[in-house]
């Protein structure tokens, strides 16, 4: 019991300031006005003060505002009761439970310290500071007092108060610029006045709001995830926090977010071409993996929205994240002529499930215990797809294929162009009525329905897509009744299972470019820590 | 303009060129960059749909404003 307690300079009910410097000898006694024990404490203290504060420094630093002149005025209190206002002090002291005294020397070492009410500890710590002072030892009616009391907690450890002290104290995790709000304002107002937000009302991030945030992660909030494009700005997690916090997500959603801004700030994401296309492309997430459940993320009914928190929150999250700390801004880098609701956001689970499959993220290389955000580049959808009278497999696939010649025109094939396919759960039911159908069979089927010769491909009056006319006359005839699938590949098919369990509807997300003058999609393991 | 600014840097001089419409997002990016004389030459909108001959065409009137910019360096 030798460590030094952190000096102070609180004001007393009459507003004249008090300093403690570290050193004794003192008694500093912390209370809570509505603290049964601190007030059972209260008698006591003043008892101790009579005998010895001739001799001893008395100083009870209150956790109750205004309240505090309740407590001292109810027990008679005559030595300095101090406001300890926002709980800074008790913070710094580091204790847990009130009353919290501390008996400290001339040197400043804490000969006696404990929380809450032993009757003979007190006892035990009147008789020390009588032979210490050389004075008569203070006349307490030691039987009148309870035994044991516990204590309360203390005051700043309530939520609002200790994040709020956390960020506010030396050593704070918190770097960021701080911004003043002026009382007058309107918070909401001045947050879209800042530029912040992407057209929605945005949640104001506090510090008390970051640092909860920061909770949902074991990373450093000072850690680089990346680089964001186009002004290159540094997305630290503090940063992706607090674009988190101002998106609406809650501190488990932090890891999603993090995993999600290192997938788009790779080169084959292409987050910069991404933003800026005139195209109007837009960043589709997919999550998959034990995460899922654990936060409520939705791959089932109205997965692609609205109305869940998790998918709402992490994919404007993200958006948020490009705006703010890429400052990719409508009119500025970001281009898109039409734009794209799913700028504001496009975040869903995979309905693992009911998928007949592996799930995406096996697929694509992990373990099923992994969670994992896999990111497309996408400029339309979700589209729907619409069979309601399919029976057999063939049939369902076939639909499904005839679906997606709307990626960019139906007169256009052979394209090296993903397309993301939500497959619902009663087309995969009729997909796998006979047994399995697997999703590379699928890919087939979708590329044999949409192969169409390509003399229909030929530019013409009903539209000046396609090939032109001089290359269609060198092609001639053969050529031009050769037979082209709508995708130049069939791994450019992505395929996920997705919503809910009655309706014959499927989706499919339509891509932007890919490959390297464009989008390749990426996979990132969720780090959980 | 990253490629302007990343040239530049390099001490190589460098003019971007981008169709009409493209003048705002040059100006939004070569700010962000920190480089705010970082140069580029406007050509008449739009090109995806251009012929080759068009395309000739744009390119001769930009040629004398890319020269230009270059010779300011």
Known sequence: MSDQKPEFILKDLQGAAHHFDGTGPALV????????????????????????????????????GEKNADFAQRHGLTMPVLEDAGCKTSFSWDFEIVPALYWIDESGAVVTHFEGFVRDDWQALSDQMASATGKAAAQVDWDSLPAWRPGCGSKHFDPEVYDALRAEAEGSRLRARKVEVASGDDMAEFMFDQGFSDGLPLVPPTPERVIRMLEGTHRDPQDVIATVPPNMGPATVEKIAINAVMAGCKPEYLPVVIAAVEAVCTDEFNIHGVTATTMGAATVMVVNGPIVDKIGLNGGLGALGAGNRANATIGRALRLIIRNVGGATTGGVERSVLGNPMKYTMCFAE???????????????????????????????????????????????????????????????????????????????????????????????????????????????????????????????????????????????????????????????????TGEVGSISVSRKIDLG | MHDTVWFEIQGIPSVSIASSVFGQAAETQRKALGMEGARYVLVPHPIQDATDDEMRAKAREAFDQIIGALRDA
């Open chain 1, 29 to 64: 006694c912390f209370v809570k006005e509505d603290c049964e024990t601190c007030n059972i404490a209260g008698p006591v203290l003043q008892t101790l003060s009579q005998a010895y504060g001739d001799a001893v420094r008395f100083l009870v630093p209150g956790q109750s």
């Open chain 1, 351 to 513: 309905n693992e499930e009911r998928s007949p499959w592996e799930p995406l993220h096996v697929e694509r290389g992990f373990k099923a215990e992994d969670s994992v955000v896999t990111v497309f580049a996408m400029t339309g959808g979700p589209v729907h797809l619409v069979d309601q009278t399919s029976r057999r497999p063939d049939q369902i696939a076939g639909s499904l294929g005839q679906g997606l010649e709307g990626v960019f025109l139906p007169k256009m094939h052979n394209l090296p162009i993903d397309a993301l396919l939500v497959v619902c759960p009663e087309h995969i039911n009729t997909l796998t009525v006979d047994g399995p159908y697997s999703k590379d069979r699928l890919r087939d089927r979708i590329q044999q329905v949409t192969a169409r010769p390509l003399s229909e491909m030929v530019q013409d009056d009903h539209s000046g897509a396609g090939i032109p006319v001089a290359d269609a006359e060198r092609m001639g005839p053969e050529k031009l009744a050769q037979l082209a699938p709508k995708f130049a590949g069939k791994e450019y098919i992505h395929i996920v299972v997705a919503g809910g369990d009655a309706g014959k509807f499927s989706s499919a997300f339509h891509g932007w470019a």
